[in-house]
């Protein structure tokens, strides 16, 4: 009996200690985020249609997207809660990176969700204006940018692929860098956000890849064989990856063509900040253009058309930016655009993992 008992404990202390693997963990993050969206899903979207909180179009938009209007939005609470449970639940608390990154996320969702609420108070496609949002965000994305510049374990040197003895350090420069990488994505993710699934689908598929970078960065072992920079403790973050890849597939099954939901800029603000506070964090800054290479091409469309605008006195460079509106007024059908710049998001991970090791 003493000898069952002992072969007992020994399981079941077995048992609980597979679960200090990060990748375990990871997966059932993954998992634990998913079923939320997923059965969470109908339950939001009963709840946002019943208060009449619906997308507004705006009417300089293309006019297949009136057929738009009403469709619940704000949908991105829904992505927040399951990302919150399954990091607080599966992550190790203990890890200061994972506060970090909760805060930011959680606090570009606050304002995300005060801009969708201005637009529903005033009944049209408008919330914060551009300079309060944009002073919002630089104030937030400073606290996680002033907390790693003056945190012993971490070094301010920026990592450039392709290159592995080339690791400039910035000093007190980081701080600019980083609330610059914060918020760019962050509004870049928001502008992508246009058609049904555009931004969910290739922010899961930069999830997935920072999920690997992460693991690789925070693992001595591997950092080191890969030639990267090691940051004790990142590899943490793969749990919020994989929380935010579960997430993203849920709500992609409700967010996919033609929407029951959209995630709004609670939504789209928030993925945005968590990608690029990722990105820091892991010492994947640079690599991150590549990564999200369609969210840069995105933003980068409207910041051409307005500068150009401007210079020409009127004259475009696009038919209508963002650039996903273009191809709309082409005669692009709205699903083979997003599945195209899908296929991109996916063409772009894979060449951004080769960087891992073509150093």
């Avoid at 048992?15 to 985020?33: D, E, G, H, S």
């Avoid at 450039?160 to 701080?175: A, E, R, S, V």
């Avoid at 603000?269 to 290479?293: D, F, M, P, W």
Wanted: hydrophobic residues 50%; glycine residues 10%; positive net charge.
């Amino acid at each position: 009996m003493l000898y069952q008992l002992l072969y007992s404990l020994h399981t079941q202390f077995s048992f609980f200690n597979v679960f200090r693997y990060i990748t375990l963990r990871t997966i059932y993050a993954t998992l634990t985020a998913l079923v939320i969206t997923f059965f969470l899903g109908p339950v939001v979207i009963r709840l946002l249609t019943r208060h009449q909180i619906g997308q507004y179009i705006r009417e300089e938009g293309p006019q297949s997207h009136l057929n738009k209007k009403g469709t619940p939005t704000m949908g991105g609470i829904l992505i927040l809660f399951a990302v919150t449970v399954a990091t607080l639940f599966w992550a190790d608390l203990t890890n200061l990176y994972i506060w970090v990154v909760l805060l930011v996320t959680l606090g570009f969702g606050l304002i995300g969700f005060i801009d969708d609420y201005r637009m529903l108070i005033k009944k049209r496609n408008k919330g914060l204006s551009g300079r309060t949002k944009m002073f919002l965000q630089i104030l937030l994305a400073l606290i996680p940018a002033v907390f790693l510049y003056l945190h012993f374990q971490y070094n301010t040197r920026l990592s450039i692929p392709f290159f592995k003895t080339l690791t400039p350090d910035l000093g007190w420069g980081y701080i600019l860098l980083a609330v610059f990488i914060i918020v760019g994505t962050s509004n870049a993710v928001n502008l992508t956000d246009g058609l049904d699934g555009l931004a969910i689908g290739p922010a899961t598929i930069a999830f997935g890849t920072y999920l690997l970078f992460s693991y690789c960065t925070g693992h001595l072992k591997i950092a080191n064989y890969l030639q990267i920079l090691y940051v004790p403790g990142s590899g943490e973050l793969a749990v919020f990856c994989g929380a935010l890849v579960g997430a993203g597939i849920g709500f992609l099954w409700f967010n996919a063509y033609p929407a029951q939901i959209f995630m709004g800029d609670v939504g789209s603000q928030s993925l945005g900040a968590a990608l690029g506070t990722v990105a820091v964090v892991t010492k994947n800054e640079i690599v991150l253009i590549l990564v999200g290479g369609l969210f840069v091409v995105e933003a980068l469309s409207v910041i051409f058309q307005v500068g150009y605008f401007k210079m020409t006195h009127g004259k475009r460079i696009f038919r209508m930016a963002p650039l996903h509106h273009h191809f709309e007024l082409k005669g692009w059908s709205e699903p083979k655009i997003i599945v195209r710049f899908w296929i991109i998001a996916v063409i772009l991970s894979l060449l951004s993992l080769s960087t891992l090791k073509l150093r």
